[in-house]
């Protein structure tokens, strides 16, 4: 079965300077990553998928990701944060043939201060 | 387009009452899942359907159980409430099944068992 870890549960960030959210994934099979933002009481929105070819991923937001197959990590990066940025941040894989079905990670709450 | 609507957003029930969560999918989409979100075990998967046939299912109890009806409108019922069961219930439609369709999510229906 597959697993997603996000070892942060929080990150403080002050406004315009970089942040990186990390996530990296256990699975036996081929898989599909996202990742996701959640405000509060919303649901949530995809910001960027990785299904195949180009490993580098970009999204809305200004929002990017890398995927690395050899140390099995999706990492989100945004190069210059914004206060509305403010928000928790999900990693989720599915398997292939798996349908719909999306394993989450823990989450991380990203908190831009001005 | 309309979103996903989720009803009601919030409710409060008492502990061995049972539930009904309604979510009505994106105009066109077949599929839907729904998600449980708590504090503690975060974002775990509930179950998957399309065109009215369950796809998928997590590892809940079989307290837990939903269907699809022929316009794709789903529900979900919980019967016996346990304290536990207080969370907040998402669910996601897409047009098809598999990581090439997006899911797009509802705001959720923010359960209170007392």
């Known amino acids: 079965a597959q697993s997603v870890t996000q070892l942060d549960s929080q990150v403080p960030v002050f406004e315009e300077a970089p942040v990186e959210l990390r996530c990296n994934y256990s699975s036996s099979v081929s898989v599909y990553l996202f990742w996701y933002v959640q405000y509060p009481n919303q649901g949530l929105q995809l910001l960027l998928k990785y299904l195949s070819g180009s490993t580098l991923v970009k999204g809305i937001n200004g929002f990017e990701a890398e995927f690395n197959k050899s140390q099995t990590s999706f990492h989100l990066r945004k190069p210059s944060v914004h206060i509305s940025d403010t928000a928790e941040y999900f990693c989720a894989v599915s398997e292939a043939g798996g349908g719909n079905k999306l394993t989450f990670g823990t989450g991380t709450q990203l908190k831009v201060e001005l | 387009k309309a979103g996903v609507t989720q009803t009601p957003r919030y409710l409060i029930k008492t502990r061995g009452q049972q539930v009904t969560l309604s979510c009505s999918p994106i105009?066109?989409?077949?599929?839907v899942s729904w998600y449980q979100q708590t504090p503690g075990q975060g974002l775990q998967f509930l179950f998957e359907?399309?065109?009215?046939?369950?796809?998928n299912k997590g590892n809940f109890p079989g307290r837990f159980s939903g269907r699809q009806f022929s316009n794709s409108r789903s529900e979900m019922n919980v019967s016996t409430l346990e304290l536990g069961d207080s969370a907040l219930y998402l669910c996601?439609?897409?047009?098809?099944?598999?990581?090439?369709?997006?899911?797009?999510f509802g705001q959720g229906t923010r359960l209170t068992v007392v």
């Open positions: 105009s066109g989409h077949r599929s």
């Open positions: 359907y399309f065109s009215e046939t369950q796809r």
């Open positions: 996601a439609s897409s047009s098809g099944t598999g990581a090439l369709t997006e899911a797009f």
